[in-house]
């Protein structure tokens, strides 16, 4: 596989590292590069996009119904980078509500790479994926089990969870994870439902994973409109999505969290419209614009800022209130489900989820009285 061990020369400046060797940092299995294999790879960064076109914020539910049949394809080579770490964090997510008992450092994920090497900028492009890949997780404190390259038409990278480390044997004095969960295991069925449930007075909670700005850069909505999305979401806060990763665990393992998905491709109101289905439901994003300082609509609803959304009962909420606070992890309540047969409306002005809180506190307070 000449594009790991290769040397790369990109820009006209040579790389320290081989892709192998780099790999070797998050995958302690890494096999040596074959003796005589290396070869030099010349190539150029693609030039970053320039900056984004204006969506319109009164077209957001046309937006919704061209991304939602809309399948990543390739990653452009000017965001193989930011593209790769939304990729490891999608499939960091997808195991978040998987049945098991683990925290994310016991995962032991595979990475599989798919690149098409024949284009001008392509080889630059892999090389900051892996680069971009690899750091992100080892700041997160995940090891791979395992990664595969392969020849593909596009380029893309996918990251598969469906193992864990094992806890070293008591007399075992220097083990690699020495500190790994006792007992840990992963199931392949899931912990709870992937679609909310058709429950009234249920809540609806956003919870991002990282602290970065709503970027349209790459995005599935620059994708099926063929609009410049500028920019990419800066997804660099691994502490954040540790801390986040940790309690929204322990809310799915503890039956908390009776329903749950990832917010990845296609961004927010994508996950909240594959989420909710045909259920009766008012999202309060007016909230999340006033807390995040974002001002563009389109950006909230369709940046990939890596998080998730999980559905709990009304008489968890003080619970989930008391967890994340511990944690110092920002949530939005977006909602209660309204009913079983409805739509998505979007409340842009904020009024849903602050009385729908009120309400549950009041009530609470009274059967406190009791």
């Keep these: 596989m000449k594009e790991l061990d290769s040397h790369y020369i990109i820009d006209g400046r040579e790389m320290d590292a081989t892709p192998r060797e780099i790999l070797s940092a998050v995958c302690p299995a890494t ?19 320039p900056g984004g076109e ?17 399948v990543r394809d390739s990653f452009p080579s000017c965001y193989s980078g930011s593209l790769s770490r939304l990729a490891v964090a999608k499939g960091l997510l997808e195991a978040l509500f998987k049945d098991g008992h683990f925290k994310l450092g016991d995962l032991r994920p595979h990475a599989n790479w798919v690149w098409n090497n024949a284009p001008v900028g392509s080889m630059a492009a892999f090389y900051e994926s892996v680069a971009w890949a690899c750091e992100y997780i080892d700041n997160l404190g995940v090891k791979l089990q395992g990664y595969s390259c ?25 083990e690699e994870s020495p500190f790994g969960t006792p007992d840990a295991h992963i199931e392949t ?33 620059c994708q099926a409109t063929g609009k410049e999305g500028g920019k990419s979401p800066d997804v660099t806060d691994a502490d ?27 961004g927010l109101l994508t996950a909240l419209h594959r989420f909710l289905g045909d259920k009766a439901f008012k999202a309060d994003v007016a909230s999340i614009m006033r807390s995040t300082e974002e001002t563009d609509l389109i950006k909230l609803l369709f940046g990939e800022v890596p998080g998730v959304l999980i559905q709990i009962k009304d008489y968890d ?52 009285e009791d």
């Excluded at 990251?159 to 044997?169: E, G, K």
């Design 31 to 49: 096999e040596e590069a074959p003796i005589g294999a290396e070869e030099d790879i010349v190539d150029e960064s693609a030039d970053p996009q």
């Design 240 to 266: 954040y999505f540790i801390d986040c990763y940790e309690v929204v665990r322990e809310l799915v393992e503890d039956g908390i969290a009776v329903a749950g998905v990832p917010v990845t491709d296609g």
């Design 54 to 70: 204006n969506f319109d914020p009164a077209l957001a539910k046309a937006y919704a119904e061209a991304v939602e049949g809309t």
């Design 150 to 174: 392969k020849p593909g038409a596009g380029n893309s990278l996918e990251l598969r969870c469906d193992s864990v480390a094992t806890r070293p044997s008591e007399d075992t004095l220097f």
């Design 189 to 221: 069925t899931r912990k709870n439902s992937p679609t909310a449930l058709p429950s009234k007075g249920d809540w609806i909670i956003y919870i991002p994973f990282d602290t970065c700005r709503y970027r349209l850069g790459g995005s599935l909505l």
């Design 317 to 368: 909420f003080d619970y989930l209130d008391a967890e994340l606070l511990l944690q110092d992890v920002a949530y939005f309540p977006l909602g209660q489900i309204s009913g079983a047969d409805g739509s998505l409306e979007l409340d842009t002005k904020g009024s849903t989820a602050l009385k729908g809180i009120l309400v549950s506190l009041m009530d609470n307070a009274q059967e406190g």
